[in-house]
């Protein structure tokens, strides 16, 4: 009965690992599967000079901000017909990052400065956000390589030396 009894929890704890490790796995495909499509206007306008940013790495607040600010996008005169403005804060105000993924307001509405950022590349030395391939943090696609499909799963960084 002993022998039985140990069988039965090395099963158990073998589906369980199974399932945890899938679990894992099938978690960052979702993640990938489950991206926001982006809008055609916004890859339009907002990636001929960027990535297109996806909608969840700020508030509604901030990218309400920002849209009503284009004249002064971050040095950058950006402006946009009323049409499009509205359109692009329809849809990145329905795709926007819950309270519970950006809490607060990122200072000036930076993503590079909003705290899930920052602790998510605490560890990058600061000779990689100075390296000429990069410039500047905001420059994601310098080390994401898959940034432009809004995919910045760790497997996909390299970062310039």
Known sequence: MAIRFASVIAYALAALSAIVLS?????????????????PK?????????????PEMLPAQSWRRILNNLD?????????DAASVKQLEGWLSAHAAS???????????????????????DEVPASAWRHPAVRSASNCAACHTRAD????DERYIRIPR
């Not at 916004?42 to 996806?54: L, S």
């Not at 002064?72 to 946009?80: C, D, E, K, P, V």
């Open 72 to 80: 002064r996008h971050f040095g950058t005169n950006a402006s946009l």
């Open 42 to 54: 916004y890859r339009q306008e907002c990636a001929a000079c960027h990535i297109a940013y996806p």
């Open 23 to 39: 679990g894992t796995a099938v978690g960052e495909e979702e993640q990938r599967a489950n991206a926001v499509t982006p809008l």
């Open 149 to 152: 499909q809004g995919n910045f």
């Open 99 to 121: 309270a519970e993924r950006v809490p607060g307001t990122p200072p000036e509405d930076r993503i590079t400065r909003s705290t899930w950022f920052m602790a998510a590349h």
